[in-house]
């Protein structure tokens, strides 16, 4: 996991709706915005969140919402075990300007 820097060791918490709210200092610096479509993808034990430079599938491509929400794919979810108690730790990925999301016990 070369080129990321954890920012603050923010902790962030999925909703009841398997939604996340990116905090916007975190957006920002990815230039991520609301009605911005980005991708969401699982990744070396981690949700990936980029600023829709994949393509690979549309499937996980997902709409960030006006106060920076953005939803967990149900086939990421289903992979990855999340559920309504699940909390991340977030890392940015400064070379690809994206957000990791990892699992946090």
Known sequence: ???MRKKENKIIF???GYAVTIPKKLRDYCNMEPGHV???YYSDMCIEITSNRRNESLENQVVI???GS???PKEIRKFTNINESTKFKICINES???IKLIPFV
């Open 96 to 98: 690809l300007k994206s």
């Open 38 to 40: 980005v991708d969401v």
């Open 14 to 16: 999925i909703t009841k």
């Open 70 to 72: 953005i939803y967990i």
């Open 1 to 3: 996991m070369s080129n």
């Open 65 to 67: 919402g006006s106060r």
